[in-house]
């Protein structure tokens, strides 16, 4: 059974910095390509990032870009998202989610067909 479980999430202040992590469990992780997408308060879903299945390809939305890094350690089953210079707009649950095998990573970032997995979500909250 596929168990996605996000952690890290809290309440920070404007330019502050979280580490969210993501752990995995139940299907071949270091074949598997993995995403982070967040639901902001009031709006629809918003993709935030994308890491390959060995780790070595990245995406990111313009919005973040510069600001937050995804990494992964497929020795531990783990998907990270480090996020820095945080914004109130960036104020959302965040989802760690298993793309379906089709889709590499950036291909049709907007497509949330593109999961077929996804983790119960951790809330980040920017506020001062």
């Known amino acids: 059974q596929v168990h996605l479980v996000e952690s890290g999430g809290g309440l920070v202040q404007p330019g502050g910095s979280l580490r969210l992590s993501c752990a995995a469990s139940?299907?071949?992780?270091?074949?598997?390509?993995i995403s982070w997408v967040r639901r902001p308060p009031g709006k629809g879903l918003d993709w935030v990032s994308d890491i390959s299945a060995d780790g070595e390809v990245t995406y990111y939305a313009d919005s973040v870009k510069g600001r937050f890094t995804i990494s992964r350690d497929n020795n531990n089953n783990t998907v990270y998202l480090n996020m820095n210079n945080l914004k109130p707009e960036d104020t959302a649950v965040y989802y760690c989610?298993?793309?379906?095998?089709?889709?590499?990573?950036?291909?049709?970032?907007?497509?949330?067909?593109?999961?077929?997995?996804w983790g119960p979500g951790t809330q980040v909250t920017v506020s001062s």
């Open positions: 139940g299907f071949a992780f270091s074949s598997a390509g």
């Open positions: 989610t298993k793309r379906k095998s089709n889709f590499i990573a950036g291909k049709r970032p907007r497509d949330m067909t593109r999961y077929d997995y």
